[in-house]
Structure formats: C-alpha cells, structure tokens
C-alpha cells in the first residue's frame, strides 16, 4: 500500500501559512512523518495530537524534507500538527490525519462470564480488534448492586497479549486478601452474594482510533470466597475411543483461569513421550479442556500433566493457595499427574 500525501495549504494560529508545495507523507503503518519542505540548519519537527503531548520519537534532517519517527506508531483515525522551523527562523504548523482503513468497531466479551468467587483476582477482556493502550483506568468502572461506582476496585497493572486483543483486568490484591489493609480498611472489590457490574466504556478506541461507541456492561455474580487449592482428583476425563481421532475431554470441578489453560496441560504417552496435540480448546468459563490428537489414539494408559502454576479463579494453584498462613504447617506433596486409558 502506497503512503498517504497530504497537501498542506494553510498555516493555524499565529504560525506562518505551509506553501502549497509543501506535502506530509505519512505510511499505513504510522511508523514516521515525512515533512517535504525546506528547513532551518538548527530544524526540529514535532508531532502532536490536537489535544495532547509531543510524541517522542526521532527526527531526521534531509536536504528536502524533515523526518519524524515516532517511538510509537501515529493511531489510524487520529488528527495530528505538525510544527517545524523554516530557513527564515519563523515556526510552521500545518494539520494531517491519519485516516483509519478499516471503519468496523470493536467489540469486547469478558472472560470467564463468571459467576466469580468473591475474592477473584482477575478477569480478561477479549477485544476484536487491537486496542489503544494505557488508558483502561479511564475505560473501566465496576458497580456493585446497586449501580454505585465502587472506588479503587483494580489494579494500575495493564496487561496486554502480544495481539494487542486481550487485557488482564487484575481486582487489587490489596482489597481481594484477607487480612492486609486495603481490605480491612475500605472492604473488598466484590462482595459475595452480590451481583455487580463490569461497565467498558464506549468512548475507548482501538488503534485505528475508531471507538466502541456504546458502553458494553457485563453483569456477573460473586459468590462464596475460594481459599482451596484445585484438586486433580475431583477432575473428570473423557478418554477418546482408541483408533479415533475424537478429542480428549477435562472438566475441572470448578472454573480455572482460562487464558492459563491452553498451555498447562500435556499429554504423556504410553511410551513415556508427551503427545502434539492439536486443536486445544478451553472453554471460555474455565469448566473444561479439549484437545484432539493428529494421529488416531493408540491404547493403552496415558497421562494428564498439569503444571503446577495453574490457577482457579481466585489465585489459588495447584501447587498452593493464593493465601498461605505461615505460622501453620505447609502444604503438603501435591501430585500434578492423572492417569486414564484409551481401551482397545
């Protein structure tokens, strides 16, 4: 895809007027500001939104153009001023855009849906498109039964996937653990036995600047505090049928952490060898894990390998729970393993 030329054919404000020669040259991909006008020897070039700070970024002093290559790309949909120094010492100015190519909205899902156990440590957010980042505090707001706005309910950490799609929501742990502060003092984020609501706000762009344009509202249920580790025993496998290439079927007892899943389970063959799997499927609430296999399943006994650092909902793994006091005895050996059989 060619650059975007924007020809610039008046100045703002007090700044002298661009000539009708002079053109911003911007790529699809945001990733520099090309200013195709004489410059000062001592030229500087700044790029910022109309309502916003100077980006950071580098600048490059050609003899016919100044260059600006921003640490972060310039957001699609977003309007821009250009200001730079021309040879006479006087300040040009001159506005561009950076005109979105794809004018579908976002939209977002929660994960798990819930309910939730009252001291949940975190929720996902599923975007449909990646999303403008470092202003979730602006974007989210949690009420409790009544509608009332609940102060303070999360974390300042933003947690994005590698996409840009998914966003951690972490519930402070200061108001989710029992005992510290922050939860003596101003009680925690969600109350068991209450319904609460987790409001996105509409106004919150995704990188091409397009907005969700409606609040999205997700109403869940926080039920009785969870302060157990999961158990494998209580987990239930539905073995394939040997020589098919059906997939093998986990329900867990209670929900895990659902983004944790695709990765923490493996398959140990009969011969002592972990198994490709294919196609592995978590379910959205964390109740239950498939995976099929690309070779027909041979019989015999196989095992279910779960790490150890897998969590429910509350932040309690395997391994341990998320609140451990430590004047009483430690956990004791847990085992991480599941064996079941594929009959001939």
Not at 143 to 154: Q, Y
Not at 169 to 190: C, I, S
């Amino acid at each position: 895809m060619n650059p975007l030329t924007w020809l610039i054919a008046a100045g703002l404000g007090a700044a002298v007027t661009a000539s009708d020669a002079t053109k911003i040259i911007l790529p699809p991909d945001g990733s520099r500001v090309e200013v195709t006008a004489p410059a000062a020897k001592d030229a500087s070039l700044t790029i910022r939104p109309l309502r916003g700070p100077a980006l950071l970024g580098r600048i490059e002093v050609l003899p016919d153009r100044l260059v600006f290559r921003p640490t972060l790309p310039l957001l699609l949909g977003q309007r821009y001023r250009a200001e730079w120094k021309a040879p006479d010492g006087a300040w040009c100015r001159a506005e561009f855009e950076h005109p979105p190519h794809d004018r579908a909205r976002p939209t977002v899902q929660m994960a798990p849906p819930g309910p939730l156990p009252a001291n949940a440590l975190k929720v996902y957010l599923h975007f449909s498109k990646p999303m403008e980042q470092g202003v979730f505090l602006h974007c989210l707001k949690l009420l409790d039964a009544s509608g009332t706005e609940i102060t303070g309910p999360f974390r300042e950490t933003e947690l994005w996937s590698p996409d840009g799609k998914r966003l951690t929501v972490w519930f402070h742990p200061g108001r989710q653990k029992t005992g510290v502060n922050l939860n003596t003092d101003e009680g925690p984020a969600l109350r068991a036995g209450e319904r609460h609501t987790l409001v996105v706000s509409g106004v919150w762009r995704d990188t091409t600047g397009i907005p969700l344009s409606k609040d999205f509202r997700f109403r869940f249920l926080a039920g009785p505090e969870d302060h157990e580790s999961p158990a494998l025993t209580t987990w239930k496998v539905k073995p394939p049928r040997a020589g098919s290439r059906a997939p093998l079927v986990v329900t867990f007892a209670e929900p895990l952490d659902p983004a944790m899943l695709p990765d923490a389970l493996t398959v140990i063959c009969p011969s002592g060898e972990a198994l490709r799997l294919s196609e592995v499927n978590p379910s959205a609430d964390g109740n239950s894990w498939t995976a099929a296999s690309p070779e027909p399943w041979q019989p015999g006994t196989y095992e279910l390998l779960a790490n150890p650092l897998l969590e429910d909902l509350a932040g309690n793994s395997l391994a341990r729970p998320f609140e451990v006091n430590l004047a009483e005895e430690a956990p004791g050996k847990r085992g991480f393993t599941l064996e079941w059989t594929v009959a001939p």
